[in-house]
T-cell receptor
Framework: AQSVAQPEDQVNVAEGNPLTVKCTYS??????LFWYVQYPNRGLQFLLK??????LVKGSYGFEAEFNKSQTSFHLKKPSALVSDSALYFC????????????FGKGTTLSVSS | DGGITQSPKYLFRKEGQNVTLSCEQN?????MYWYRQDPGQGLRLIYY???????QKGDIAEGYSVSREKKESFPLTVTSAQKNPTAFYLC????????????FGDGTRLSIL
C-alpha cells in the first residue's frame, strides 16, 4: 500500500536553531511531493513542492526541503526557527503513475520556544 | 481576493439529522476536494471532483454525499448514516494537474449535540 510517514509526532526546537521535520514515503514511480502548514482552526497553507530537478527546493517563509530518492525522503528544513513557525506540518505525496489523489502524512507538530 | 470560503465555521448536528457544509471558490479551479481531519490522523479524503457534474468517492465516503452542479460550489452533506461525524472538515481546490498545490478553506468544525 502506498503511504507517507512522518515519524515524529512533535518536534521541539529553540528559536534561532535549525529545524528539521522528517517525511518518508512508500509509493510507486516518481512522486510529486508537497509540504503544507496548518495553524490552529485554519486550513492548510502550501509551503513548497518537488516535482523534478534540483533536490533542494525552496519555499515560503524561509523553508526548504531536500528530496532524497534513494532514501525516499523529503525532509523539511529551516536554518533558523522562529516562534511563529510553531504549527502543524503535513507532508503529502502524489504518485502520478498510480494515484488519483494526494496521500497525506499524519502531521508533525513543531514547537519553537523563545 | 480570490479564495475558498467554507461555511458555517461551527456546526452542530442532532441525532438522525442530515447537515450540509458549504464550500465556494472564486479561483476558477476545476478540481475540488473534501477532507476529514481527526486529531493525530492527518487528512482523509471523502470525495473529490475533477469537473462539473462529476465526482468520485475517496477513502471514507460512506455516510457522506456531494454534488457539483457549478464549478465554484462543492457542498458536502453529512448524512445520519455517518455515525461518528464529529471532526474538522476541510475543502480544497486545485487548478491544473496534480503537480499543482491544493488551496484550502478554513474548515468547518462539526459536533454532535
Amino acid at each position: 500500500a502506498q503511504s507517507v510517514a512522518q515519524p515524529e509526532d512533535q518536534v521541539n526546537v529553540a528559536e534561532g536553531n535549525p529545524l528539521t521535520v522528517k517525511c518518508t514515503y512508500s509509493v510507486s514511480g516518481n512522486p510529486y511531493l508537497f509540504w503544507y502548514v496548518q495553524y490552529p482552526n485554519r486550513g492548510l497553507q502550501f509551503l513548497l513542492k518537488y516535482i523534478t530537478g534540483d533536490n533542494l527546493v525552496k519555499g515560503s517563509y524561509g523553508f526548504e526541503a531536500e528530496f532524497n530518492k534513494s532514501q525516499t525522503s523529503f525532509h523539511l528544513k529551516k536554518p533558523s526557527a522562529l516562534v511563529s513557525d510553531s504549527a502543524l506540518y503535513f507532508c503529502a505525496v502524489f504518485p502520478p503513475q498510480a494515484g488519483t489523489a494526494l496521500i497525506f502524512g499524519k502531521g508533525t507538530t513543531l514547537s519553537v520556544s523563545s | 481576493d480570490g479564495g475558498i470560503t467554507q461555511s458555517p465555521k461551527y456546526l452542530f448536528r442532532k441525532e438522525g439529522q442530515n447537515v450540509t457544509l458549504s464550500c465556494e471558490q472564486n479561483l476558477n479551479h476545476d478540481a475540488m476536494y473534501w477532507y476529514r481531519q481527526d486529531p493525530g490522523q492527518g487528512l482523509r479524503l471523502i470525495y473529490y471532483s475533477q469537473i462539473v457534474n462529476d465526482f468520485q468517492k475517496g477513502d471514507i465516503a460512506e455516510g457522506y454525499s456531494v454534488s457539483r452542479e457549478k464549478k465554484e460550489s462543492f457542498p458536502l452533506t453529512v448524512t445520519s448514516a455517518q455515525k461518528n461525524p464529529t471532526a474538522f472538515y476541510l475543502c480544497a481546490s486545485r487548478m491544473g494537474g496534480e503537480g499543482q498545490p491544493q488551496h484550502f478553506g478554513d474548515g468547518t468544525r462539526l459536533s454532535i449535540l
